[in-house]
C-alpha cells in the first residue's frame, strides 16, 4: 500500500540548476570556472515535502539529498546547493566557488551532468511505519572549454 501511496504523489527529479548558464546551443562553462550547482525552483513534487493519506496510512516524502556526478569522475553529494545570481563575483572579475555546493572542471571537453535526487519516503499505518528510499535522476550535457588570453603589445 505503501509503494502505491509513492507512485501517486508522483515524485520527479529535481531541475538541475548550473552556472555559468549552461542552456542553448552556443553556451559552455570554462576550464578552472567554478560551476554551482542547485535544485531550480524546487517543488513539493521536485523536493518535497509532500504528504498523502489514503486508506489508512499517510506518507510524507522529501529529499534527503542530491549526489552529483559530474562526468570527469568527480562524484559528491550535497543538499538543495545556493543559487548563483548576476553580479556574484569578486572586486577583480573572478568567480567565487559555491558556498555550498559546486565543482571546477580541469580539463576541456564535453561531460554528461548526472543528478540524483534521494527521495525518503516515510510511512505509518496500521500500527507500522518504516521508509522506502526513492532515487530519481535527471542528466544534463556540459560542455567545458578552455579560454587563453594572448597579450599584444
Not at 7 to 29: D, Y
Not at 124 to 153: C, F, H, K, M, N
Request: charged share 15%.
Amino acid at each position: 500500500m505503501a509503494r502505491l501511496l509513492v507512485a501517486r504523489v508522483q515524485l520527479k527529479p529535481i531541475t538541475v540548476g548550473i552556472t555559468p548558464l549552461a542552456k542553448g546551443p552556443n553556451s559552455m562553462g570554462l576550464v578552472g570556472l567554478p560551476v554551482w550547482l542547485w535544485a531550480d525552483d524546487p517543488s513539493a513534487t521536485t523536493w518535497g515535502p509532500v504528504t498523502i493519506t489514503a486508506g489508512g496510512m499517510s506518507l510524507t516524502a522529501r529529499v534527503s539529498s542530491v549526489s552529483w556526478d559530474m562526468g570527469d569522475g568527480a562524484k559528491f553529494s550535497c543538499g538543495k546547493g545556493t543559487e548563483w545570481k548576476r553580479g556574484m563575483v569578486k572586486a577583480d572579475g573572478s568567480a567565487y566557488p559555491s558556498p555550498t555546493c559546486g565543482h571546477t572542471y580541469s580539463k576541456q571537453g564535453t561531460y554528461t551532468i548526472t543528478a540524483t535526487s534521494h527521495w525518503v519516503a516515510h510511512w505509518s499505518g496500521y500500527g507500522e511505519s518504516g521508509d522506502i528510499p526513492v532515487p530519481l535522476s535527471t542528466s544534463y550535457r556540459y560542455v567545458v572549454a578552455e579560454l587563453q588570453a594572448i597579450r599584444v603589445r
